[in-house]
């Protein structure tokens, strides 16, 4: 079955999905994007993305077409393409303008929806424990281009991943401009410290991820004491446990960070926990939108 990709409301085959060499988000990375999962026919956290879709674009100034125009695009191009299961990328770039980072030159914004049958990130390594490098590569100070805007600039993820490659792990623990850990390249983090789940608040320069916001909802129903502060290096590698969340790796122990293992080396009980409670709630149609 050829692969369909939605572009401006229009349905071409992937291979023939193209947008202008003069579209500013290819040529200064102006524009924003989401990443959904659909399980067994259900969009999940659906209007949660849409809406951290619109926060974004508000910072942008950039304008969106109605929210019911990007939800049949989202549910329409997963089932065009004959999907139950998928990992969706929701795309819009300022569109087509003139050489010059003038927005003004854009008479419109190009909106592309993505639908593949993706599995998780890190696959079945993504249960058994990944090996985490603390990377050099530094997130943007809060006061300079903030994180909380999901835009198609990734370079920073970009270098942190090459240090990942390089080191031989499986991922990268990136720090704040001030030296305490903010998240991974794609993926929030979490750690749990004498039954206590700390995760970096948005001081450090992370984006408040849906998955991350969805898993500590499971984490209090379950009675466990969720903080959200600052975290040092030291309290990272001196964990119990430590896990990563996101849309696309959904939930991944890291079970080693820089050659030392995290607790016992092992996944621990509350990331099995959680991580066997959200695979439980995603199908849910109470937590998403029904394609």
């Known amino acids: 079955m050829t692969r369909l990709v939605h572009i401006d409301g229009a349905f071409v085959p992937h291979d023939g999905a193209h947008v202008g060499v003069y579209d500013h988000g290819l040529l200064y990375g102006d524009g924003i994007y989401e990443g959904l999962r659909v399980y067994d026919g259900v969009v999940f956290q659906a209007e949660e993305h849409i809406d951290r879709l619109y926060r974004s674009a508000k910072c942008l100034r950039l304008a969106l077409p109605p929210r019911e125009e990007i939800r049949h695009a989202v549910c329409e191009t997963v089932r065009r393409n004959g999907l139950r299961d998928a990992y969706v990328r929701l795309v819009v770039t300022r569109g087509t303008g003139q050489i010059g980072p003038d927005p003004r030159s854009c008479p419109r914004p190009t909106l592309i929806v993505i639908a593949e049958p993706t599995p998780p990130l890190h696959g079945s390594s993504g249960q058994q424990g990944l090996s985490a490098t603390m990377a050099t590569t530094r997130r943007n100070a809060v006061d300079a281009t903030t994180a909380q805007i999901k ?15 390089e080191a031989g792990a499986d991922e990268a623990i990136m720090l704040d401009a001030r030296g305490f850990v903010s998240e991974s390249p794609v993926c929030n983090v979490f750690l749990v410290r004498d039954g206590v789940l700390l995760t970096p608040g948005e001081s450090s320069g992370i984006l408040r991820g849906i998955t991350r916001d969805f ?12 903080v959200e502060r600052d975290v040092s290096p030291y309290e990272l590698l001196t964990a119990d446990e430590v896990f990563l969340t996101g849309t696309h790796a959904e939930m991944a122990p890291v079970t080693r960070v820089g050659g030392v293992p995290v607790g016992t080396g092992e996944v621990g009980e509350v990331c099995r926990t959680l991580t066997k409670r ?13 394609l």
């Open 151 to 165: 835009s198609l600039n990734y370079l920073g993820s970009v270098l942190a991943r090459i240090e990942a490659q």
């Open 215 to 226: 898993v500590i909802g499971l984490a209090r129903e379950d009675g466990i004491t969720v």
């Open 278 to 290: 959200f695979h439980a709630a995603v199908r849910d149609p109470a937590h998403g939108t029904p």
